[in-house]
C-alpha cells in the first residue's frame, strides 16, 4: 500500500500548532480517548488489519474534535505479558514517526492533531494504521503479527476507556509488590528527549516513570523487547542517601546522558536535586511556601490550585527537562509508593489535592491524613488553604510556628565548631531537638547572616 505521507525519526518533534491543525484527536477538550495495547495469541488477530470505528478523517469536519481510541493487538512468540506495557508506550513515539501528525501524552490522556497539509495529501486512519504497522513490526521485531482498530464513535470510545483502565491497573498492581532495596538495576527511559532533551526519566520499582506509564516492570520488558531502544538498564551503585533516595549509579547515568545538565537527582525528594520533568507527567508537585507544605495537581483537573494557577501554567514552569526545586512532574501512581517524597515529608507534607485525584489514591493516602488534605471545594486560595489546615490540625501546621532564633543560631554554631566546620543535618537536627527542614532554615539564616557560605 502506497501511504500519502512519509514516516521516520525525523519528523519526532514535530510540533502542529492551532492554525496549522487539521483536526484534533482526544486532547484536553474532548474527555473520551485512551490508547491500549494487548497481547493476543497468533490465531486470535489478523495480521495487518486495520479497522475503524466511527468517522474516519474524511468525514470530519475541519476545526473539529473528535473522541479518540487506539487499540493496538499483538502477537509473537516471544511477548511476554509485561511487554503490553511497552508496546502501548511506543505508540507514542510511532505516531509521532508519521509527517504531519502529532501525538500528545499516553494511555487515558492522549492528545493528537493532524496536519491541514497531511489532510490534503490524502491522510487517513487506514493509512495511519498501516504505517503504524509497519513501524511496530521493523522497530520490534519480536512482534510478529499485529492488528489496529482506531475508534471515533464517542459511545465506543466510552466503553474502550473503561476496559483501558482496567488494564493499567491491573498492570500498575502487579509492579506494586517490589521495592529498590530487592533489585540491583533500575531502568532509565530517554523517549521525551525528542521534547525535552536533557531529560532521563529514573524508573525503580518504587518510582514509575512519570507519564505514568512505565513501571519497573515494563522497563525490562523493554530492554528485553528492544536492548537499541530509549529504554536501558541503570545499575544502582552505591547508596548514597536512602532517605532522600540518592544513588551513585543514577547520578552516573543522569549526568551522562543529559549532556551534564543535571549532575545529581534525588529520587524521593522535590528539593534539592530533584528528579528533571520531560512534558507529559500525569501530576505534579508544587511547593506552597505560605503554609510550608506541597499541594499535587493532576493533568485532568482544569480548574486552578489554591496558589491561583491550573496545571497548565505549572506544567510550563517545570518542563523540558530542567531540574526545578519546589516542583516536580510525577505519575499519579508515584502517590502510591511507599517512598513517595519520603524525604520531605511524605503524605504528612501535602496539603491540596483535587477530589478527583484523592478517589484515584484514596487507599494510599494514610487514614488519620485523608480528612486533613483540602480539596478544590475546601480551599480555592491560600488564606481559606490556611484556615482548613489550622481547623483540621494538619501536621504542616505545627511547622508554622518555627521561628529562628539568636539562640537556635548559636547552638548551631557551637555544633558546627565541635563538628570542625562540617554539618550533618540529622544528627544537627538531633542535637538541636528540631528536624532537618528546621536546621536548613537555620543554616539559612547564618548565610544571611554572612557567617556560613
Ligand atoms: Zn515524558
Not at 194 to 213: D, K, N, Q, W
Not at 234 to 245: S, T, Y
Not at 248 to 261: I, L, M, P, T
Not at 338 to 355: E, H, S, T, Y
Request: glycine share 10%.
Amino acid at each position: 500500500m502506497e501511504l500519502p505521507f512519509e514516516i521516520g525519526p525525523q519528523f519526532e518533534g514535530e510540533r502542529i500548532r492551532k492554525d496549522d491543525m487539521y483536526i484534533e484527536l482526544g486532547g484536553p477538550k474532548v474527555k473520551a480517548k485512551a490508547e491500549l495495547a494487548k497481547l493476543r495469541k497468533a490465531d486470535e488477530i489478523e495480521d495487518g488489519r486495520v479497522e475503524v470505528k466511527g468517522l474516519d478523517i474524511g468525514e470530519m469536519e475541519e476545526g473539529g474534535r473528535y473522541p479518540f481510541g487506539i487499540f493496538v493487538e499483538v502477537a509473537g512468540e516471544k511477548l511476554e505479558e509485561d511487554m503490553e506495557g511497552v508496546v502501548e508506550r511506543r505508540i507514542h513515539e510511532y505516531c509521532n514517526f508519521i509527517e504531519g501528525f502529532m501525538h500528545l501524552n499516553q494511555r487515558y490522556d492522549i492528545w493528537c492533531r493532524l496536519s491541514k497539509e497531511a489532510h490534503a495529501k490524502g491522510f487517513n486512519l487506514k493509512y495511519m494504521g498501516q504505517a503504524l504497522i509497519k513501524l511496530f513490526k521493523s522497530e520490534l521485531p519480536i512482534i510478529e503479527k499485529m492488528q489496529v482498530t482506531f475508534i471515533t464513535d464517542e459511545k465506543e470510545v466510552v466503553e474502550f476507556v473503561g476496559n483501558a483502565k482496567k488494564t493499567y491497573e491491573a498492570r500498575d498492581a502487579r509492579a506494586r509488590a517490589l521495592s529498590e532495596e530487592e533489585v540491583d538495576e533500575f531502568y532509565a527511559c530517554l523517549m521525551c528527549q525528542s521534547f525535552a532533551p536533557t531529560h532521563v526519566c529514573i524508573i525503580t520499582p518504587e518510582r514509575m516513570s512519570l507519564c505514568g506509564s512505565i513501571s519497573w516492570l515494563e522497563g525490562r520488558a523493554a530492554t528485553r523487547a528492544d536492548p537499541k531502544g530509549t529504554n536501558f538498564p541503570v545499575q544502582k551503585g552505591e547508596l548514597l542517601d536512602a532517605i532522600k533516595g540518592e544513588y551513585a549509579g543514577v547520578n552516573e547515568v543522569v549526568a551522562e546522558r543529559s549532556d551534564g545538565e543535571t549532575e545529581r537527582c534525588y529520587l524521593h525528594s522535590m528539593f534539592g536535586y530533584p528528579h528533571t520533568s520531560c512534558g507529559c507527567f500525569e501530576s505534579l508537585a508544587f511547593y506552597i511556601p505560605e503554609v510550608d507544605g506541597i499541594g499535587v495537581v493532576h493533568r485532568e483537573y482544569p480548574g486552578d490550585t489554591p496558589i491561583g494557577v491550573p496545571f497548565s501554567r505549572l506544567a510550563a514552569q517545570t518542563g523540558g527537562g530542567r531540574q526545578g526545586e519546589g516542583i516536580l512532574g510525577m505519575a499519579i501512581e508515584y502517590m502510591r509508593s511507599r517512598k513517595f517524597l519520603q524525604a520531605d515529608g511524605g503524605w504528612d507534607r501535602i496539603v491540596w489535592l483535587p477530589k478527583s485525584a484523592k478517589e484515584m489514591v484514596g487507599d494510599a493516602i494514610p487514614e488519620e491524613l485523608r480528612e486533613r488534605i483540602a480539596m478544590e471545594d475546601d480551599a480555592t486560595d491560600i488564606d481559606s488553604l490556611k484556615a482548613f489546615l489550622e481547623k483540621k490540625a494538619h501536621p504542616v501546621v505545627q511547622r508554622w510556628g518555627f521561628e529562628v532564633t539568636e539562640e537556635l543560631k548559636n547552638k548551631l554554631i557551637a555544633y558546627i565548631e565541635k563538628r570542625e566546620g562540617e554539618i550533618y543535618p540529622e544528627e544537627a537536627a538531633k542535637e538541636l531537638g528540631i528536624s532537618e527542614d528546621q536546621v536548613m532554615k537555620v543554616i539559612d539564616g547564618l548565610r544571611e547572616d554572612g557567617i556560613l557560605e
